[in-house]
Nanobody, 122 residues
Framework: QVQLVESGGGLVQPGGSLRLSCAAS????????MGWYRQAPGKQRELVAG???????DYADNVKGRFTIALDIVKNTVFLHMNSLKPEDTAVYYC????????????????WGQGTQVTVFS
């Protein structure tokens, strides 16, 4: 089993910054992908940013240029640096990981964190 523990959420004013962290632990052979999703009240969960083991990244259009995702593959930890935050960034942010749990595995298992609240208010 794999656990994802998130930290770094909180309250911030518009234009402010926050850094989210997500550490993966447990039965990890290798991590293929880690990402951040968010879900605002009444809305569907959406991808914010993702990063592959290779280092390639994906960003939602509405966070490009403001958010940066980074992966420490040695520590199995992903970071989301959020700058120029807007009220519409308010949501619960969830960490996601695709993990191979044993050598020889040909598929990834998907795991989710519990979520961390980010609130941007005037």
């Amino acid at each position: 089993q794999v656990q994802l523990v998130e930290s770094g959420g909180g309250l911030v004013q518009p234009g402010g910054s926050l850094r989210l962290s997500c550490a993966a632990s447990g039965s990890i052979f290798s991590i293929s992908y880690m990402g951040w999703y968010r879900q605002a009240p009444g809305k569907q969960r959406e991808l914010v940013a993702g990063i592959r083991r290779t280092g390639s990244t994906d960003y939602a259009d509405n966070v490009k240029g403001r958010f940066t995702i980074a992966l420490d593959i040695v520590k199995n930890t992903v970071f989301l640096h959020m700058n120029s935050l807007k009220p519409e960034d308010t949501a619960v942010y969830y960490c996601n990981a695709l993990v191979r749990t044993f050598p020889g595995s040909i598929t990834d298992d998907q795991y989710w964190g519990q979520g961390t609240q980010v609130t941007v208010f005037s």
